[in-house]
Each structure stands twice: as C-alpha cells, then as structure tokens.
C-alpha cells in the first residue's frame, strides 16, 4: 500500500506542471501516508516539496518542521530538517533547526560543520 501510495503521488505531482489542481492531490497522498507510517519522515519531506515549489514556504515550514519530533532524540532527523530548509535556501530556519538539535540534544558542538557551510552559503 505505501509503494502503490508513493508512486500515485508521484504521479500526481509531476502533472500537476500541467495542471495545478493535481499537486493539491499529490499532497494529500503525502499527508495520508505520513499519518498511516508515521515514523517515516520521506512523506513529510515530499510533501513540504510540493508546498515549496507552489511558493508556500510558510506551509513548507510548518511540515518540516514535525520531522525532528518523530524522533526527538535522534540527530538525525534534525540534520535532515536543517538540510530541506538549506535546500530551499532557508538559511535561518536551517540555522534554527541546527540550535535547537544542539539544546535538545545537549550536544553545544553538533553540526558544527553544516552550521559553517550554511553560513557561508548564506554569505
């Protein structure tokens, strides 16, 4: 069911080049999909895909931002967060992510080295 899932949505969301309404479609595969396996972050990453790429980065946020709570012990769910937003060029909400891996995790130094190259991307 999550193959057949994953491929509809897919689908969905490459003619949605061709008609706008199909990518409303393919994000509520997305949506049903991230309830059914919810610990599997790769819908929830689709999905804030498709909201990007209709310039709704708010909504985008507002997705992404529940992949570190699927599990919020684990860093790398931050990692993968902080990623989609420098993906996206959404160099402080990256930064953000990154800070609050650091607070929750008691870790002061984690992704040090992403923190530097999202700055220096940023300029």
């Known amino acids: 069911a ?7 949505a897919a689908l969905e969301r490459s003619l949605a080049g061709y008609d706008p309404a199909r990518a409303r479609s393919a994000l509520d595969i997305e949506m049903r999909l991230a309830r059914a396996f919810p610990r599997d ?11 990007a790429e209709r310039d ?27 990623t989609l937003y420098w993906d996206y060029l959404m160099y402080d ?17 984690i992704f ?6 999202i700055h220096e991307n940023r300029r």
């Open 93 to 109: 909400d990256a930064l953000r992510v990154i800070e609050e891996a650091r607070k929750n995790l008691s870790q002061p130094d």
């Open 41 to 51: 972050s790769a819908p929830l990453t689709r999905a804030g895909e498709i909201e």
């Open 56 to 82: 709704r980065l708010d909504r985008a946020r507002e997705i992404w931002s529940s992949i570190p709570k699927i599990e919020p012990g684990k860093p790398d769910r931050y990692l993968e967060t902080a």
């Open 112 to 117: 040090a080295y992403e923190a530097g190259a």
């Open 2 to 8: 999550q193959t057949l899932g994953v491929r509809a």
